[in-house]
């Protein structure tokens, strides 16, 4: 495949991914029964600022951007949509999808929600464009420290969640599952999403490093 049809496709499955990245993350708010780390911080500042969701949601991934200029880090092209696009997407699924009356129903939501979360993450990492502000933050902190990457995943995210918490956000059980699942469930998804005609892998497509942030293959999350 010719490089401009290969990076048009490229950003195709980048937006589409991100879409349902913000999706995702909306299902799983209106699940209530626990939400993934960063969304309880979200949460919590939604009752400290008069924002939406999403609006909150693109605001801290830009002050997120900032903490990367100590840390050295550079932002690609899929980071600053990823910072743009979540936001808006899950305002719009937020929207138009109500809480469900009942706990299996929740329960049902908050799992779709997950599922789909796998699947957008490896949909949007596999266009090759970089990850997000906040797994760019935890790669930075690895390299700035020396730490491993767990260690650095562990402190930021339970840091989120303690500050999140205070702040209100929901914290349950499903806090809990998606911090241990996701991670093993978007693993055996990459290789899939890397296999298109116009995936990287195959086309060899030359990629400017500004095009890609730093530490891609280190976290299959945002």
């Not at 100590?70 to 910072?83: C, E, F, S």
């Not at 469900?100 to 997950?114: S, W």
Request: aromatic residues 10%; without cysteine; hydrophobic residues 55%.
């Amino acid at each position: 495949m010719s490089r401009t049809p290969a990076l048009t496709l490229r950003f195709a499955q980048l937006m589409v991914g991100l879409f349902l990245y913000g999706a995702s993350t909306a299902l799983q708010v209106r699940a209530v029964v626990g939400v993934a780390s960063w969304t309880v911080l979200t949460e919590g500042l939604e009752h400290v600022v008069p924002w939406s969701f999403g609006v909150i949601t693109v605001v801290s991934s830009g002050v997120i951007l900032l903490f990367w200029i100590p840390l050295r880090q550079k932002p690609g092209i899929g980071t600053l949509l990823n910072a743009l696009a979540i936001g808006p997407s899950a305002d719009l699924v937020l929207w138009l999808v109500p809480a469900p009356d009942g706990l299996l129903p929740r329960v049902g939501l908050f799992v779709a929600g997950l599922l789909l979360l796998a699947v957008a993450t490896a949909f949007y990492i596999g266009a090759g464009f970089g990850t997000g502000a906040r797994d760019g933050l935890m790669v930075g902190v690895s390299q700035r420290f020396g730490w491993p990457i767990w260690v650095a995943r562990t402190v930021i995210e339970v840091t989120v969640v303690i500050v999140g918490w205070l702040l209100g956000g929901d914290v349950g059980a499903g806090t809990v599952v998606a911090a241990f699942a996701i991670g093993p469930m978007v693993q055996p998804l990459m290789p899939l999403f890397r296999r298109f005609p116009w995936s990287p892998e195959r086309t060899r497509v030359a990629v400017p490093s500004s095009l890609t942030a730093p530490g891609l293959e280190a976290r299959t999350t945002s």
